[in-house]
Structure formats: structure tokens, C-alpha cells
């Protein structure tokens, strides 16, 4: 059994890349693996200063939600960012808590698979590049994670656009093989 720790990065409540979240932790925890989702939305995350003082004393100075995310970021075996695509991208908030993360940098932390969900209006599945690079940026300061794994939902714009679109079977499966 695995540590599984979903992020949500998203802000509109039944996201698109939400509803890929909800899937990927539904296959997770079909497969037997203990499961905690968490939402951006629900959370208050400052951001980063730069002062680097969290690689002193292992723990960001700021007093807000990205300090217990961290912890959960750290003892989880599996992270799963969830992102909405905006202009090519993560969302804005995803970048926050990843800076937000750099207490992690320099620990004996739990993670090695890393995966990416991503929503966006673009068909393209080339419109999560940027995303994806963005995270493999994250990944590659920490020695022992990897990208093992992304899924695309293209075409999906509106708040359930996504109902019936077939990223939802393919995060529900990718979560399963976890």
C-alpha cells in the first residue's frame, strides 16, 4: 500500500481537472492504496519570498496551508498535481505551491512517482507542454522522483465539460496501476 496525496490546483469548484483528481483517487484506492485529496481551492497559499530560510530550518517561514501541504508532500510516496491549462501552462497556483515546496529540497522525503493531470479548452495535447515541463523543472531537484505519468482532457472548457470525455477512464486507470 502507497501514500497517494492528489493535489488539486484548481479554484472553480467541479474543475475539469478536478473531475481527472477525483478519478485518478478513485482508481488509487480501488487498488487498495490510502488516498488523501487535497484542494487549492481550499487553502491559503502565499507567495515564495526567496529568503530560502526553510533550507535552514526545514519548514518555510511563511505561516499558512503550504506548510502542511509540504509535510504532506513529503511523507506521500505518489504526488498527483491536477492543473486547469492556462495560456500553456499550469495554473498560477500550482507554480506557487511547487516555489512554496523548497523545503523539500534538501530532505529524506517519501516521494519518487510524480504524476500530471491536466485540463484545457485547446484539443491539442500538445497545450500541456508547458505544464508538463514546468513540472518536470520541479521534479528533476529531487533525485529520487520521476514523472511517472500523465493524463490530457482536451476540449473541455466549461465546469463539466469533462462528464463522458475519456481522460476520466484513463486517470481512473493510471490511478489504479499506481
Not at 154 to 178: F, M, Q, T, W
Request: aromatic share 8%; hydrophobic share 40%; net charge negative.
Amino acid at each position: 500500500m502507497k501514500k497517494v496525496l492528489v493535489i488539486s490546483t484548481s479554484l472553480r469548484r467541479t474543475s475539469n481537472s478536478e473531475a481527472l483528481a477525483d478519478a485518478f483517487a478513485k482508481g488509487a484506492q480501488s487498488a487498495g492504496h490510502e488516498v488523501e485529496m487535497v484542494r487549492l481551492a481550499d487553502k491559503t497559499i502565499a507567495f515564495c519570498k526567496g529568503c530560502f530560510a526553510c533550507l535552514k530550518t526545514g519548514s518555510c517561514v511563511i505561516r499558512d496551508d503550504a506548510v502542511e501541504i509540504a509535510e504532506k508532500m513529503h511523507d506521500a510516496n505518489v504526488i498527483v498535481f491536477a492543473t486547469p491549462v492556462y495560456y500553456y501552462e499550469m495554473s498560477g497556483q500550482m507554480k506557487t505551491l511547487l516555489d512554496r515546496a523548497n523545503s523539500l529540497y534538501d530532505t529524506d522525503y517519501a516521494f519518487e512517482d510524480i504524476y500530471l493531470l491536466t485540463a484545457a479548452a485547446e484539443e491539442e495535447e500538445s497545450a500541456q507542454d508547458g505544464a508538463l515541463h514546468g513540472l518536470q523543472g520541479w521534479i528533476s531537484c529531487f533525485g529520487r522522483a520521476h514523472l511517472a505519468g500523465s493524463v490530457f482532457a482536451g476540449g473541455v472548457n466549461e465546469a463539466g465539460d469533462i462528464n463522458g470525455h475519456p481522460s476520466l477512464a484513463k486517470a481512473y486507470e493510471l490511478g489504479k496501476s499506481v
